[in-house]
């Protein structure tokens, strides 16, 4: 009589484990689960103050720059767009699905006023990069003490 032997896993049992207590998580606090594909979400982003300019850098992967949208008013900026998921296709299983799709939206509070006309905005790698121009009135001035003698 053969005997097939299975040999144990225990970081197979963990990552298992790991999985169902994410879903159980997400379900409990009302978050989609990781395996839905469509849904809103919102990009990481970075803002930084010079003294002229104020910065906003933001995550936006897999993205068509015409897909992305930027407004600009005198203390916000807001982007938004859409990443749209691949055609599915009959012949293809798949196993695993946490790239997040569908509509998003920002909407970024700014420290000071910009002159929104003169924003200059690139796109590289995956990071959108907008540069707002300060506006002469959020500019910091330098103001001479006078001593009096």
Same mark, same amino acid.
């Given at each position: 009589?053969?005997?097939?032997?299975?040999?144990?896993?225990?970081?197979?049992?963990?990552?298992? %484990?790991?999985?169902? %207590?994410?879903?159980?998580?997400?379900? %409990?606090?009302?978050?989609? &689960?990781?395996?839905?594909?469509?849904?809103?979400?919102? &990009?990481?982003?970075?803002?930084?103050?010079?003294?002229?300019?104020?910065?906003?850098?933001?995550?936006?992967?897999?993205?068509?720059?015409?897909?992305?949208?930027?407004?600009?008013?005198?203390?916000?900026?807001?982007?938004?767009?859409?990443?749209?998921?691949?055609?599915?296709?009959?012949?293809?299983?798949?196993?695993?699905?946490?790239?997040?799709?569908?509509?998003?939206?920002?909407?970024?509070?700014?420290?000071?006023?910009?002159?929104?006309?003169?924003?200059?905005?690139?796109?590289?790698?995956?990071?959108?990069?907008?540069?707002?121009?300060?506006?002469?009135?959020?500019?910091?001035?330098?103001?001479?003490?006078?001593?009096?003698?």
């Amino acid at each position: 009589m053969a005997r097939n032997l299975v040999t144990w896993d225990p970081f197979r049992e963990m990552s298992t %484990m790991r999985e169902d %207590m994410e879903r159980l998580f997400d379900t %409990m606090v009302g978050r989609y &689960p990781r395996e839905r594909t469509e849904g809103f979400w919102a &990009p990481s982003v970075d803002v930084e103050e010079s003294s002229d300019a104020i910065t906003i850098r933001a995550e936006v992967p897999g993205m068509k720059k015409e897909d992305i949208k930027l407004t600009v008013t005198d203390d916000t900026v807001t982007i938004s767009g859409e990443r749209r998921h691949e055609e599915e296709q009959k012949e293809k299983t798949f196993h695993r699905i946490e790239r997040i799709y569908g509509k998003f939206q920002r909407t970024i509070a700014l420290p000071a006023d910009v002159e929104g006309d003169k924003a200059r905005a690139s796109y590289k790698a995956g990071v959108l990069e907008l540069v707002l121009p300060k506006s002469a009135k959020a500019k910091a001035h330098e103001i001479q003490i006078k001593t009096e003698e």
